[in-house]
């Protein structure tokens, strides 16, 4: 009984504070901007189809991600998650899962990097050379593993190969190892996808089609989307904890 208390509790705004009496100096300064705050957090803790564990890992991944390194709320999902029953080995999972987005940047900037080596007249640079064999079995290891393959690899692979094979072998990792199972595993890149800080449409509708195929709902990818909506609240969150802390005014 008192576990489930602590997962209840989880779904309060109050629990998202560092310092457990900022929220209700907050309630005597500006109680129904909170409540407006308390009720947007709170909205995305009520659905019915994903658990509170996998929202906790979701908010762990947004948070840990390149695009959004949060040192503060890594701390406290990491909490969070352990208390809503995740294990060290699913926290571990979500945090080693979440390394390649970085890698998304270069999708963009190989081709930029091409274009501008063409017009300075450095053809040969341009120039594709052949994939080395290795690249190629890294290349049908990973679409067996992973059951796709994402066409802005392949001049990563051929342009820088050895890079190539280390990205690789991580982004198979977790597949091959992880405690994830692989629906819970897409959750996390779709939750990424689709946020504020990062907003990858090709990444987003790849990861929504294999979550669809190992078996997830709409619902479930909905409430995905809301949780990655909470990154709104940080500045909120976070602010209120440096302004107000222990003070009294």
């Known amino acids: 009984m008192h576990s489930h208390s602590k997962k209840d509790d989880l779904a309060r705004l109050d629990s998202a504070f560092a310092n457990s009496s900022v929220p209700d100096r907050l309630r005597e300064l500006t109680a129904t901007s909170f409540a407006a705050a308390a009720h947007f957090w709170e909205s995305a803790f009520k659905g019915a189809h994903l658990s509170t564990r996998m929202r906790e890992l979701i908010l762990l991944a947004l948070h840990a991600s390149a695009t959004s390194i949060n040192a503060e709320a890594i701390r406290r999902h990491v909490e969070r998650s352990r208390t ?88 198979a990792e977790p597949w091959k190892n992880g405690a994830l199972i692989p629906k819970e595993r897409e959750f996390i890149y779709i939750a990424i996808d689709c946020s504020v800080t990062h907003m990858y449409g090709p990444g987003l509708a790849l990861h929504i089609r294999n979550a669809l195929k190992h078996g997830a709902s709409r619902d479930e990818i909905l409430e995905v989307f809301q949780l990655a909506a909470l990154m709104g609240l940080e500045g909120y969150v976070l602010g209120a904890d440096a302004l107000l802390n222990d003070r009294r005014s």
């Open 84 to 171: 809503a029953g995740a294990s060290e080995e699913d926290v571990l999972d979500v945090l080693i899962s979440i390394v390649g987005l970085a890698n998304h940047a270069l999708y963009s900037a190989v081709p930029i990097l091409l274009k501008e080596l063409s017009e300075a007249g450095l053809e040969e640079q341009a120039k594709m050379p052949t994939p080395r064999a290795d690249v190629e079995a890294m290349k049908e290891d990973f679409i067996k593993t992973r059951g796709f393959w994402n066409e802005d690899r392949d001049a990563l692979a051929r342009l820088m190969p050895d890079y190539f094979l280390a990205l690789s072998e991580l982004s």
